[in-house]
Nanobody, 115 residues
Framework: QVQLVESGGGLVQPGGSLRLSCAASERILRINAMGWYRQPPGKQRELVASITSGGITNYEDSVKGRFTISRDDAKNTVYLQMNSLKPEDTAVYYC?????????WGQGTQVTVSS
């Protein structure tokens, strides 16, 4: 069974950076898109960044210019580079891979931005 393993979360000060990684335990065939979601405390989950199989990226307005999503097909890994972090970015971050037949989810990783 395919597993998505997330890493890279932690505690950072405002203005700092983190790089989240999401690695699949095995190659997923016919991927349509990959994305990163986040769920702040007491709020609904939201999509913050996505990348299609063709390399088209989209970002939630509040993270544009600060976050960058990328992937490495050889490593079966998707990344989220987060710069200029703000307290409002504090959330549990989840990666998602949309395959042809089903979606796969990571276990979630906590990102806390605080002074």
């Amino acid at each position: 069974q395919v597993q998505l393993v997330e890493s890279g979360g932690g505690l950072v000060q405002p203005g700092g950076s983190l790089r989240l990684s999401c690695a699949a335990s095995e190659r997923i065939l016919r991927i349509n898109a990959m994305g990163w979601y986040r769920q702040p405390p007491g709020k609904q989950r939201e999509l913050v960044a996505s990348i299609t199989s063709g390399g088209i990226t989209n970002y939630e307005d509040s993270v544009k210019g600060r976050f960058t999503i990328s992937r490495d097909d050889a490593k079966n890994t998707v990344y989220l580079q987060m710069n200029s972090l703000k307290p409002e970015d504090t959330a549990v971050y989840y990666c998602n891979v949309a395959g042809a037949w089903r979606n796969y989810w990571g276990q979630g990783t906590q990102v806390t931005v605080s002074s």
